[in-house]
């Protein structure tokens, strides 16, 4: 059925230590995000980009004032989005790294029960005191389940934003060591990759959809870093092994024929280390296949 859909783009690389992913936004819509939603029938507001400071600026500089640049951040995503979702509108957060989900899952959130359905190749579940690296980009699922910083826990006002029954991850395969031991004993329900294997992603994707029965709406937060790089190279962390071509599609088809999504994160874009905008496009490829995109 045709929505209203509002696309509001984050451009942030504060969350880890390469730059390039907060041009990502500009790449999805050099790619035809708006036109190609809107050939599907519906009606689509860009909302533009939110203010970010760059990493050298003396506001970003340095562990603490990162933090406090990126709760910045976060928090003014909830506070553009939060309306827009309450009213109904289909949002779409085009990043920059995964810490926006922090501020996106948030203004999901305020409307009232959600789900999140996690697609990654990493769980992003480690704290300051797990991450080998100490970026954030890699702790925002532990920090909406309301362990992380305080500042960031605090983001739209709810602590926590989320419980490990209402979230679900898929294409999981690369883990730290502590971080894995942080996952198996969260209750977060995990369809790694060997899951996607031996089960078929149309059996893990209506099986996530059932974890998350008793909530009646799902944020989708799709990191790009999940495909296998051969289909999507310009992404920061890459790792082998990833989720197919049509895997995706079928996923992306399979949530949206549920009518229960509301909202979709699109992140981990880097345009530098990508081949012709080819992740970018597949980017839209797959918004538009959760938004009614079908072959028949």
């Known amino acids: ?71 910045a951040v976060c928090q003014t995503l909830y506070d553009h989005a939060h309306p827009w979702i309450a009213n109904g509108d289909f949002t779409i957060f085009l990043g920059g790294d995964h810490s926006i989900s922090i501020g996106s899952a948030a203004a999901a959130a305020q409307s009232g029960p959600v789900g999140m359905i996690w697609i990654d190749a990493h769980s992003d579940f480690n704290t300051s005191e797990t991450s080998p690296s100490g970026n954030i980009h890699g702790m925002p699922v532990a920090v909406l389940v309301g362990e992380g910083p305080e500042s960031l826990v605090n983001v739209g006002g709810t602590d926590p934003t989320l419980k490990s029954s209402q979230i679900v991850q898929i294409g999981i395969r690369d883990l730290d060591p502590s971080e894995r031991e942080r996952l198996i004993r969260s209750g977060i329900h995990v369809f790694t990759m060997r899951h996607v294997d031996e089960l078929g992603m149309a059996a893990v994707a209506r099986q996530a959809l059932d974890r998350l029965r008793h909530l009646p709406r799902l944020h989708v937060s799709l990191d790009m870093d999940s495909l296998d790089p051969a289909e999507a190279p310009g992404v920061g962390t890459p790792v082998p092994g990833g989720l197919t071509y049509r895997e995706a599609h079928l996923l992306m088809e399979i949530l949206g024929d549920s009518g229960r999504v509301q909202s979709l994160d699109i992140v981990e874009i880097n345009p530098i280390l990508d081949e012709m905008n080819k992740t970018a496009e597949l980017a839209v490829e797959l918004a538009a296949s959760l938004l009614g995109q079908r072959i028949l």
Not at 31 to 38: D, F, G, M, P
Not at 42 to 55: F, L, Q, R, S, Y
Not at 61 to 70: D, E, Q, W, Y
Request: glycine content about 12%; aromatic content about 2%; cysteine-free.
């Open 1 to 71: 059925m045709p929505r209203i859909v509002r696309i509001l783009g984050v451009p942030m690389d504060l969350g880890q230590n390469r730059r390039g992913v907060d041009t990502g936004p500009s790449a999805v819509r050099y790619a035809n995000l708006k036109a190609r939603l809107e050939k599907l029938g519906h009606t689509v507001h860009d909302e533009g980009n939110i203010a970010v400071p760059n990493p050298e600026e003396h506001v970003a500089k340095g562990s603490g004032r990162r933090l406090r640049a990126i709760t």
